[in-house]
C-alpha cells in the first residue's frame, strides 16, 4: 500500500513567517525516514499505511502545540493498494510523457 498525504501545519498567531516553526515539523519528517518532498504549499510524504501518515501529522501538531494557541492545516490523502514508490513514480510517469519537469 502507498500513502501519500500532503499537508502543511502552521501557528497562525506568530506573525507573517513561520519557517521557525515548520522547519521543526520538516526536521521531524526528514528524521522520520519517508521520502518527502517539501513544496513552497506543503510537504508530501510516502508511508504504507494510513496509521504511519497520522502519526506524522499528530507528531507536527505536538511539536506547534507548546508555542501556539492555534494550529492551522490542510491534509490531502491519495491512497493506493498494491503500489509503492508513488512520490517519485508519479513525477517519473509525467516525465516520461513530455521530458523534465521541476519538481
Sequence with gaps: MSVLMEFAMFPTDKGESVSAYVSRIIQMIRDSGYPYQLTAMGT????????KALEVVQKAYHILEPHSNRVY?????DIRKNATNRLEGKIQSIQNKIGNVNH
Excluded at 492545516?73 to 490523502?77: E, L, P
Design 44 to 51: 508530501i510524504i510516502e508511508t504504507d499505511n494510513i496509521e
Design 73 to 77: 492545516s490542510t491534509i490531502k490523502f
